[in-house]
């Protein structure tokens, strides 16, 4: 079945450290790939896009990710994460050929918590 | 990218009424959608309601229950109908200017009594 996956729910980091989060997708083609934050109360935050081409992504707020076909991957990392970073993750994907749309698929999230 | 507000941020609904959510854009915008996050869930794709033609639901939502808007290109408004406590979600609307990436307002949480 088409789906996306986030294995980890929730995370803990010491601050300093650095993070990767997983995210597995199931499709017959390479959707495009989203990566997306939500801190507390707050709305959605574009953090970095994958449609093709080179296969490490730069996005904001110090992230990267790394597109890998043969695992259908797409983690998200971070050097060091801050205290600020906690909060919620999500991987997303448009399916290609999503009937004429842009149908935004989200995994289940992660939640990042950040240790002093 | 765009700027994306939403009314109200929030609000308390007794059950069986009903409120309506206004989602405005800072520019023209094709494509906007209304998703439908539950209390520590992922979000779930409600509607896509494009300018000048009918929204399309997703499977499981309809239109009887949440009635979509889209009056211009800048503004939407969503209406969660006869509300009961299994209605209480944070409510997001979005937009992809560039017709791929989506940008997100602040969110509506609901909370039905």
């Known amino acids: 079945a088409q789906s996306v996956t986030q294995p980890d729910i929730h995370i803990t980091v010491s601050e300093g450290a650095s993070l990767e989060l997983r995210c597995n997708y199931s499709?017959?083609?390479?959707?495009?790939l989203f990566w997306y934050v939500q801190s507390p109360g707050q709305g959605l935050q574009l953090l970095l896009k994958y449609f093709s081409g080179d296969t490490l992504v730069q996005g904001i707020k110090g992230f990267e990710a790394e597109f890998k076909r043969s695992q259908s991957s797409f983690n998200l990392r971070k050097p060091s994460v801050h205290w600020s970073d906690a909060a919620e993750y999500f991987c997303a994907v448009v399916p290609l050929f999503s009937g004429g749309y842009n149908k935004l698929i989200f995994g289940a999230g992660t939640r990042l918590a950040v240790h002093p | 990218s765009a700027v994306i507000s939403q009314k109200p941020s929030r609000d308390i609904c007794q059950r069986g009424t009903s409120l309506t959510i206004q989602c405005q854009v800072d520019s023209q915008v094709t494509m906007m959608f209304w998703y439908r996050q539950q209390p520590g869930q992922s979000l779930t794709l409600i509607a896509t309601a494009n300018q000048g033609s009918e929204a399309t639901y997703e499977s499981g939502f309809v239109i009887d229950k949440f009635p979509i808007s889209r009056p211009n290109l800048t503004f939407s408004t969503l209406t969660v109908s006869n509300m009961s406590p299994e209605d209480s979600s944070i409510y997001l609307c979005?937009?992809?200017?560039?017709?791929?990436?989506?940008?997100f307002g602040p969110g509506t949480r609901l909370t039905v009594t």
């Open positions: 979005s937009v992809a200017p560039t017709g791929t990436e989506q940008y």
């Open positions: 499709y017959g083609a390479t959707p495009y």
